[in-house]
């Protein structure tokens, strides 16, 4: 029973905190409009008045769907530009393990169970109102009633003072830092009633299953705010949104706005094939799309530069554990093993696509700092064989009928429809060519393309046999790449807050049971692996269970991951933006998406507007 209240917990917030991406591995779907206006009628935004413009794109839903509730769907957070706006309290740099502070000076995480932070005096919000501890609470009060995860480790937070705040953990861990600081925080002044009215029925004793905390839920989700007000240096001006584009304009006013080169920032909105001609015309100075090989072929053509940072995570073949015999393990690791991965990857990124090696659910980049020597040999690397696939199937007693398709021990032919993401031109790619290799080995595969605003809701509905989803996340601890793998697609019993899923996104998911009899650790849940994987304050501890739950994933393959993503990310050097660091500068080890290391460098002042 407790597994299972685990599951439903983190299910509820895992997105919130991995945040979203723009044709990213582990996008949040975005709804576009349906006829938006082609983004090269409109008037290049860097030429008003001679106002220096950072332009990107990110897609987005216009007014009324589109809204500023943070919290809820179709929010115009806008991806990795809202830390330009509801800043977080800091932001991670991955090459050396340190930390940029923002709203927070200064952290520290006591042991056993406090984590304490100092927030940035002299913080104005756009609204005049000043930036203090309540802000902080307000926001992870309502995250309580979204059900975050954060609140799994934590059971109290207090602000001794103004600038003070500290986290009480109920169960200490190492990835509460990282919950608590890369949260947007919003402003008390917009959200601190509703934070008011919760912390009273929390203080009654009530949960988030009471019925006064339900009607505060349903009143909250329907609230709309006129404007989002930020802490960050720019904000969405809601008269500039079109359904080509809109501009965050500068607060002069922010406490950081003296550091940042720009006036604004105006984002075009749209998936790659809508964003496509606006690279290639120069328009846009960077943009995080999952661009296919003949594209990045034209970028460099004309001279536009391709960024690959890592992003930690990539695309997986999930299967509906609901079908025989895809919910057999045996038959599983047969189909990773006739599946070439190397082709995979290169017919879908090219050069920004490499294969998974290490098979464990995370990053091969962070594998070997989580996982000794003497374990990673113990992996399997599912290479390439075919011979090896057939072999398997048949001591399972498949057999193939007279038109090379495999036949199951029950009489079924292997026959199967792949979905995915028909705008997202890099899994499109993936599906295509895993269809056919699948197709050639006896499985007999067609693809179906389901708008990426759909398909993560029909594979949370359990609406698929098989399908191209995420595997692991984009964040430094293997616990956020688990709960994605085991939650976010498994069992979904309520839509995921801070995502911008409909609400019709619960459903049974990929139906993989998180109890399961394993050869290398016997009987395990899964749920409660994933858990205790984050446990404690021990790193070295950590790094025992981040290695069981490794070896239990890789024999079990609940999805196959196919390959790791690097990014393509074009930007024009020089037209509106200078200051783009070497490929082998520290900061592009952050990815594209967590901790986006352009965001930092439009924070810090890297990157500015040409003299």
């Given at each position: 029973?407790?597994s299972?209240?685990l599951?439903?917990?983190?299910?509820?917030s895992?997105?919130?905190?991995?945040?979203?991406?723009c044709?990213?591995?582990?996008?949040?779907?975005v709804?576009?409009?349906?006829?938006?206006?082609p983004?090269?009628?409109?008037?290049?935004?860097?030429?008003?008045?001679?106002?220096?413009?950072?332009?990107?794109?990110?897609?987005?839903?216009?007014?009324?769907?589109?809204?500023?509730?943070?919290?809820v769907?179709?929010?115009?957070?806008?991806?990795?530009?809202?830390?330009?706006?509801e800043?977080?309290?800091?932001?991670?740099?991955?090459?050396?393990?340190?930390?940029?502070?923002?709203?927070?000076?200064?952290?520290?995480?006591?042991?056993?169970?406090?984590?304490?932070?100092?927030?940035?005096?002299?913080?104005?919000?756009?609204?005049?109102s000043?930036?203090?501890?309540?802000?902080?609470?307000?926001?992870?009060?309502?995250?309580?009633?979204?059900?975050?995860?954060?609140?799994?480790?934590?059971?109290?937070?207090?602000?001794?003072?103004?600038?003070?705040?500290?986290?009480?953990?109920?169960?200490?861990?190492?990835?509460?830092?990282?919950?608590?600081l890369?949260?947007?925080?919003?402003?008390?002044?917009?959200?601190?009633?509703?934070?008011?009215k919760?912390?009273a029925?929390?203080?009654?004793?009530?949960?988030r299953?009471s019925?006064?905390?339900?009607?505060?839920?349903?009143?909250?989700?329907a609230?709309?705010?006129?404007?989002?007000?930020?802490?960050?240096?720019?904000?969405?001006?809601?008269?500039?949104?079109?359904?080509?584009?809109?501009?965050?304009?500068?607060?002069?006013?922010?406490?950081?706005?003296d550091?940042?080169?720009?006036?604004?920032?105006?984002?075009?909105?749209?998936?790659?094939?809508?964003?496509?001609?606006?690279?290639?015309?120069?328009?846009?100075d960077?943009?995080t799309?999952?661009?296919?090989?003949?594209?990045?072929a034209?970028?460099e053509?004309?001279?536009?530069?391709?960024?690959?940072?890592?992003?930690f995570?990539?695309?997986?073949?999930?299967?509906?554990?609901?079908?025989?015999?895809?919910?057999?393990?045996?038959?599983?690791?047969a189909?990773?093993?006739?599946i070439?991965?190397?082709?995979?990857?290169?017919?879908?990124?090219?050069?920004?696509?490499?294969?998974?090696?290490?098979?464990?659910?995370?990053?091969?980049?962070?594998?070997?700092?989580?996982?000794?020597?003497?374990?990673?040999g113990?992996?399997?690397?599912?290479?390439?064989?075919?011979?090896?696939?057939?072999?398997?199937?048949?001591?399972?007693g498949?057999?193939?009928?007279?038109d090379?398709?495999?036949?199951?021990?029950?009489g079924?032919?292997?026959?199967?429809e792949?979905?995915?993401?028909?705008?997202?031109?890099?899994?499109?790619?993936?599906?295509?060519?895993?269809a056919?290799?699948?197709?050639k080995?006896?499985?007999?595969t067609?693809?179906?393309?389901?708008t990426?605003?759909?398909h993560?809701?029909?594979?949370?509905?359990?609406?698929?046999e098989?399908?191209?989803?995420?595997?692991?996340?984009?964040?430094?601890?293997p616990?956020?790449?688990?709960?994605?793998?085991?939650?976010?697609?498994?069992?979904?019993?309520?839509?995921?807050?801070?995502?911008?899923?409909?609400?019709?996104?619960?459903?049974?998911?990929?139906?993989?049971?998180?109890e399961?009899?394993?050869?290398?650790?016997?009987?395990?849940?899964l749920?409660?692996?994933?858990?205790?994987?984050?446990?404690?304050?021990?790193?070295?501890?950590?790094?025992?269970?981040?290695?069981?739950?490794?070896?239990?994933?890789?024999?079990?393959l609940?999805?196959?991951?196919?390959?790791?993503?690097?990014?393509?990310?074009?930007?024009p050097?020089?037209?509106?933006?200078?200051?783009w660091?070497?490929?082998?500068?520290?900061?592009?080890?952050?990815?594209?998406?967590?901790?986006?290391?352009?965001i930092?460098?439009?924070?810090?002042?890297?990157?500015?507007?040409?003299?």
């Amino acid at each position: 029973m407790k597994s299972k209240l685990l599951v439903l917990l983190t299910v509820l917030s895992i997105l919130t905190v991995l945040g979203v991406a723009c044709a990213a591995p582990a996008p949040a779907p975005v709804e576009q409009p349906e006829e938006a206006a082609p983004a090269e009628e409109s008037a290049p935004p860097a030429e008003e008045a001679g106002e220096a413009a950072f332009v990107g794109a990110w897609p987005y839903q216009v007014p009324p769907t589109g809204h500023f509730n943070s919290y809820v769907t179709n929010a115009l957070v806008l991806g990795i530009y809202r830390d330009l706006m509801e800043q977080p309290l800091a932001m991670y740099r991955w090459a050396d393990g340190s930390w940029m502070p923002l709203l927070a000076t200064d952290w520290e995480l006591v042991p056993p169970d406090t984590f304490t932070l100092n927030l940035r005096e002299g913080v104005t919000w756009s609204d005049g109102s000043g930036f203090t501890a309540q802000d902080v609470i307000s926001t992870f009060t309502l995250g309580r009633v979204m059900g975050w995860t954060v609140w799994q480790y934590v059971d109290e937070i207090e602000a001794p003072d103004d600038h003070t705040v500290s986290f009480h953990m109920a169960v200490p861990s190492t990835v509460v830092p990282r919950y608590v600081l890369r949260q947007a925080i919003v402003a008390d002044s917009v959200y601190g009633e509703f934070a008011e009215k919760a912390q009273a029925i929390f203080d009654e004793g009530k949960g988030r299953d009471s019925d006064e905390m339900q009607a505060l839920r349903q009143e909250f989700e329907a609230f709309r705010p006129g404007e989002m007000v930020v802490s960050g240096p720019f904000k969405v001006d809601p008269d500039s949104i079109t359904e080509s584009q809109l501009t965050l304009v500068k607060v002069p006013t922010a406490w950081n706005a003296d550091q940042v080169g720009f006036d604004k920032v105006v984002l075009y909105n749209g998936e790659t094939p809508t964003i496509t001609p606006v690279v290639l015309a120069k328009e846009i100075d960077y943009a995080t799309h999952g661009f296919p090989p003949a594209t990045e072929a034209q970028f460099e053509s004309e001279g536009i530069r391709v960024l690959r940072p890592p992003i930690f995570t990539g695309p997986a073949l999930y299967v509906n554990h609901d079908i025989y015999p895809l919910n057999v393990k045996k038959v599983r690791q047969a189909i990773a093993y006739a599946i070439n991965r190397d082709e995979n990857a290169t017919v879908s990124l090219d050069e920004s696509a490499i294969r998974q090696q290490y098979m464990v659910g995370f990053s091969d980049n962070l594998a070997p700092l989580w996982i000794s020597e003497a374990d990673l040999g113990k992996l399997n690397p599912y290479e390439y064989d075919p011979a090896k696939a057939e072999e398997m199937f048949k001591d399972v007693g498949f057999t193939k009928a007279d038109d090379g398709v495999w036949v199951d021990d029950e009489g079924n032919r292997m026959e199967f429809e792949l979905t995915a993401p028909a705008e997202f031109a890099d899994w499109s790619a993936a599906a295509e060519n895993l269809a056919e290799q699948l197709t050639k080995f006896g499985i007999k595969t067609t693809v179906r393309g389901i708008t990426f605003t759909q398909h993560p809701t029909d594979v949370r509905q359990g609406k698929f046999e098989l399908a191209i989803r995420e595997w692991g996340a984009g964040h430094p601890h293997p616990h956020f790449s688990y709960v994605t793998n085991f939650f976010s697609y498994n069992f979904v019993s309520a839509p995921t807050p801070g995502s911008t899923a409909p609400q019709s996104a619960a459903g049974p998911g990929m139906n993989y049971p998180l109890e399961q009899d394993t050869e290398v650790m016997g009987e395990v849940d899964l749920a409660a692996l994933v858990v205790r994987a984050a446990d404690g304050l021990d790193e070295a501890a950590q790094k025992e269970k981040v290695t069981e739950i490794a070896l239990v994933y890789n024999e079990l393959l609940p999805q196959i991951p196919l390959w790791e993503r690097y990014g393509n990310n074009p930007t024009p050097p020089g037209v509106r933006v200078t200051g783009w660091p070497s490929d082998d500068a520290p900061i592009m080890q952050n990815s594209p998406y967590a901790d986006s290391f352009v965001i930092m460098m439009i924070l810090d002042g890297t990157l500015q507007p040409p003299e």
